[in-house]
């Protein structure tokens, strides 16, 4: 392994897992609130309970299945079963949620509703065995000094797998299509974005060698003991100390607080169109692959950039676009009735920041931590993220219940600014100083 450059081959091989993850849950926070509402007749507090639910889950499954895959060993690795076992579930339970969407808009039974919600609920456990493992991969087989840029590279391929699905959406639900249909059939939706995990999967397991590849970087970390931060605890272990300690945990709030604010949108983005601009699902997919590929073009240079000026530095620059984005998306939807344009732009620019912050948040959880236990720390990350993710879809959809729809993008704004006064009491996790000479060269990426 070269320990001056990223291996992008690999690192891009490692995302395929990423990649089928991510076009699941767009594809989830897209289509779920609609069929919540529109064949089952919920109201929004109650959809928002349902679509937390998730989040909720992931609580206490992404901890536990990352911490458990760090005490695993088989012969295809740590990761590698979770991520085979929870695609195969997910793809199996994933397809059967539209046949009962189908049949209760044919003839309505409260035994069809209990069955929408009990696989969806078996879904979720599904999804939420291998997302930590999925995503603790990278770290496994990238030197610390390199994550950012390895993060971006991961990113990127999630953001490939959100631009599949939002292509298909759109090419097969445009407004045009369904604003007349007493009921849309998502049927060859779920079926496509389940073709997408198993190939990605299947490609993973293919191509990446996990066992060899993590032993690799395991022995280049103990060649570099000044990467890590923590200290011997006395007992044959190890612990952070206490200024790191206090960096982690204003760095987990200030990840809870970006999620807040990010995800209130994401969630609710649908409907907020539907309700506000009279756009379908075509036109809110349009808008949301604009963000997306705002943030696959800027993946890469963003990671080049935090290797630079610093991830701290990239992440608050980020969020003080990503809240006046929200900011600019108010005066938007409240001026104009349909999508235009400048709207567009303000996405693209959304996607921008969303890459500056989550290119650089998660590598610098896992900075802080040994090599033994990345998969715990990146289960810190998604406690942080998920009880974000717990709280905002019930609390945004609770105001716009009661307030209105256009309180959606000025709740979304305020939570994110919050991110930046907690973000500024972080002091560790960045790149490291003592690295630097060795980062210079680390700016050209293996083909």
Known sequence: MDERKLNSK?????????????????????????VLRETFGMD??????????????????LPFFGGLSDRTSTRLGRRTPYILAGTAGAVILMNLLPILDNSYSRQAAPFKMAAFVLTLGLLLIAMGTYRSPAV?????????????????????????GGV???GVAAALYPTAKVADLEHVNYQPLFLVVSVIMVIAVVVLLLTIREPELAAQNQAMEKRHPEWNLAEDDGRGGETLPVPVRR??????????????????????????ISQVMGEGLGGASTCLLVATAGAIVSYIPIGAVASRVGRKRTIQAGVILLAACFAAGFVMTVLFTSINLLMYLIF???????AAINVNSLPMVVEMCRGSDVGKFTGYYYTASMLAQVVTPVLAGSLMKSVGYQILFPYAAFFTACSFITMHFVRHGDSRAGVKSGLDAFEDMDS
């Open 10 to 34: 690999r690192t891009i091989l490692v995302g395929l897992a990423f990649l089928s993850i991510s076009a699941f849950w767009q594809m989830y926070d897209n289509v779920v609130p609609l």
């Open 44 to 61: 929004e507090s109650l959809t928002g309970v349902i679509m937390a639910a998730d989040n909720i889950l992931a609580l206490f499954l």
């Open 136 to 160: 603790a991969l990278m770290p496994d087989v990238t030197p610390k000094p390199l994550r950012s840029k390895g993060n971006a590279v991961i990113n990127l391929m999630g953001a490939v």
């Open 164 to 166: 599949l699905y939002l």
């Open 247 to 272: 960096s982690l945990g204003f760095l987990l709030a200030s990840i809870a607080l970006w999620f807040i604010g990010y995800n209130g949108v994401t969630t609710w983005f649908t409907t907020y």
């Open 348 to 354: 693209a620019l959304v996607g921008l920041a969303w």
